[in-house]
């Protein structure tokens, strides 16, 4: 059955993460989404949708837009389609963290069979995200057998995403670095905190150690101090444009396609 592996690694009663559920798609448009999750290791997970599910690997150091840059994918268990869109706190459990939608669009295989392009091991694709766009390959170091996907061995899972080279690659340009926030609340990882709620993340707050456990206790001071300043601010001015009429009231998806630092801003200003 699809999504088993999903349902057995996760209790419903406490994650908020959607139930595995294979909605009815035409497949006409193909979505994909990469969504940064800080959890006992920050890793960005790409996922690209097939039969309804989502194909799922967790990139450590998240896509490099050099096509001489290998980055390593271990593919992890297919995800519901209604997770695609999901950003917000895992509060414990599996991948327990925060998890930020990074980027999201349509992806459409160069292969004229997906699921043989799998089993080899090779899937050339294109992506047409807000961030990622252009042509990839994701391929499978060590392939022995044949329709291994979501196998047990490790041998089995270990891919490597790569980008080709067209006008969407650079050898200089780190995405990650470049546009790190989320393409849905344009947020960065304490903004997605300090808007949870706060059952969630104060009585909750993931638990880890090493360095990914002092970041996300870092993470999780400055959302507190986010949210203690919204909670002691008057409501908001009617007005808040800039004298210099720059735009502080662009949309979230619009700060999402630059590095986000209006929002950044605009969070120091908030008075309290
Ligand atoms: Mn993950």
Redesign the pocket.
């Known amino acids: 059955m699809p999504l088993d592996e999903y349902r057995r690694k996760r209790d419903f009663a406490v994650t908020p993460e959607p139930e595995a559920v294979v909605p009815e798609r035409d497949g006409s448009q193909l979505f994909f989404c990469v969504?940064k999750?800080l959890?006992s290791h920050l890793?960005y997970?790409i996922r690209l949708e097939l039969n309804g599910v989502l194909l799922?690997w967790?990139v450590p150091k998240g896509p490099s837009l050099d096509p001489g840059t290998k980055r390593l994918a271990m593919q992890?268990e297919d995800h519901p389609f209604a997770y695609g869109e999901f950003e917000g706190v895992i509060p414990e459990g599996y991948?327990a963290?925060i998890?930020m939608l990074w980027d999201k669009g349509t992806w459409t295989p160069e292969v004229p069979d997906i699921e043989a392009a799998l089993r080899k091991g090779d899937l050339k694709f294109t992506l047409d995200g807000y961030k990622l766009k252009g042509s990839w390959v994701l391929v499978r170091t060590s392939g022995r057998y044949a329709g291994a996907r979501g196998g047990s061995g490790a041998e089995q899972r270990t891919w490597l995403l790569i980008k080709h080279r067209d006008d969407w690659s650079s050898p200089e340009l780190d995405i990650a670095e470049f546009a790190p926030y989320s393409v849905k609340s344009g947020g960065d990882f304490e903004d997605i905190l300090a808007d949870d709620n706060p059952a969630i993340w104060q009585t909750n707050r993931p638990a880890k150690d090493g360095s990914t456990g002092a970041m996300l206790a870092e993470v999780v001071a400055r959302a507190a101090a986010i949210k203690a300043a919204r909670a002691h601010a008057s409501p908001p001015p009617t007005s808040t444009e800039p004298a210099d009429g720059s735009d502080a009231t662009a949309t979230p998806k619009k700060k999402a396609r630059t590095t986000g630092g209006a929002r950044k801003r605009a969070v120091k200003k908030t008075p309290g």
């Open positions: 969504q999750h959890a890793h997970d799922s967790a992890t991948g963290g998890v």
